[in-house]
């Protein structure tokens, strides 16, 4: 079976696409947090563990962050010292910041 390229995929045509029907979107699956956010705002999960019931912010999306290792260090003490993760850390130090860049 030959493989299709990039010169084989044509976009659709104007009749094929007058002729698809409109998607109905009334009976479409809702996301279950967009409601609950919209209306407390968003709020991320910094201490250990899984969220309490009811107050899970829905999927995440996975960043990376580079610092020296000597900056890694010093933020896993101070996470330690207050009785958190380091990711839970950043995550807080992340919100901290952006609270506060919107409110200047």
Known sequence: MKKATAKDQRPPSARSLREMPEVDFSNARRNPYAERIAREGYTVHVRRGRP?????????????VRFPEAIWELLAERAEGEGMTLHAALRAAVLAWAKGASAA
Do not use: D, L, N, V
């Open 52 to 64: 309490a019931r009811g107050t899970e912010t829905g999927p995440t999306t996975t960043k990376t």
